[in-house]
């Protein structure tokens, strides 16, 4: 894909005594410290996408980092098509990258563990290029950490505009060339598949947000009397917000709720009641692309207090079950840092057959983040009972990883995306590691809502999907 990353886990930006940031030669230079290395460029030290799993600061398969842990369970429905992953180090030792991809279709798990590897990379280049382009014109640096501290708020306020300004426009081309590429990818079919995507960069005390599709990040913080309160921080993109629903009427998509599942809106072909898509954005899904569904990313930007305490991202099979309220409780009262992924995807689990125990479980994976940077010792992780390097398999026997196993718009507590089967049921169905997964020759009949299940995101396959693929 022409896009690389760097080897090496030292950053060039560090902080000086007074605590300002202190920039040499380049902050985003790719290289070695040491005073007898000469400078080095960031294609210098590269490696490729199929490496990715060799970096020491990337994880995406259940354990922890410095200030972090992941986990991941497959449901009930196929194979596990959630995708996390966290990369510390990203830029520079006090910049952390986390993401959540949620896939749907028949390759959907493909094409959320494709963007799982790629965006960040991307993501990364475009900001190098920023950088040097800023570097060439004299201007300053644009990472930097924006303090409000009584000082020139003037000043402040154009520097924050500017590191915003900048920060958008990574997210917004970063999320645009990752679809592109998709579209073209000779071995991953997204014509009626995709994924979605919640990303956030935390920098110093900068946290900036990307965002398409329902999966949803919240944050753990304190308020005034010490008590801890759930701060959502991402909208969940559903068809039926009036910005979204007005959007795909103009490009004459249609947006309704099928008549047993009133609270789940789709979006639907003008000339065909498929693919009956549950969000408003994702990555792939051409087939819906001309008509309304989009893959620009929602932006915003946070600056983090001390009272700020952690980040929990988590794709829908979370909150389909579990309230904001609800991940923050159990998160802050876990027994240590590093099982609180894992607990939360037990406790949803749990709600799952209390809840709606005619319906198969979904997918889940939970990234939490710690502000402060701590985590646990080994050994009090080791005592929760599974560790930070295993990679695990899924049931059909891949060498996958995991388990394979706002502001405008409303608060969304729950996603409301489950119903029952006994209320209906329908018979049928860059370089990148893409798996050893194949597409099987039914692909064409596959149907989303086959036997007992929850409602997918995706309900039918459209009926001129093998014409169009074929072409």
Known sequence: MGCCVSTSSRSTCSSGSNGEMVTTPSCLEIGFCGKKRARRTFSDHVISLQHLSSLPSRIFTNGKSRGSCIFTQQGRKGINQDAMVVWEDFMSEDTVFCGVF????????????????????????????????????????????????????????????????????AFMKT??????????????????????????????????????????????????????VAVQLTVDLKPDLPREAERIKQCKGRVFALQDEPEVPRVWLPFDDAPGLAMARAFGDFCLKEYGVISIPEFSHRLLTDRDQFIVLASDGVWDVLSNEEVVEIVSSAPTRSSAARIVVNSAAREWKLKYPTSKMDDCAVVCLFLDGKMDSESDYEEQGFSSATIQSNHSGNPIESDDGQKSEPSLQRNFTVRSSEENEINGAVSVDVEDVTASADDQNWSGLEGVTRVNSLVQLPRFSEERSNS
């Open 102 to 169: 949620d896939g749907h279709g028949p390759h959907g798990h493909l094409v959320a563990r494709k963007v799982r590897d790629t965006l960040p990379v991307k993501l990364l280049s475009f900001l190098h290029s920023s950088e040097s382009k800023q570097n060439r014109s004299g201007k300053a640096c644009f990472k930097q950490n924006i303090k409000r501290d009584g000082g020139d708020s003037e000043k402040d306020c154009s520097a924050e505009d500017k590191l915003n300004s900048t920060w958008r426009e």
């Open 175 to 228: 999320y645009k060339a990752m679809d592109k590429e998709l579209r073209s990818h000779p071995n991953v079919d997204c014509f009626c598949s995709g994924s979605t995507a919640v990303t956030i960069v935390k920098q110093g005390l900068n946290l900036f947000m990307g965002y398409i599709g329902d999966s949803r990040a919240i944050m753990g913080s304190k308020d005034s009397n010490d008590a801890m």
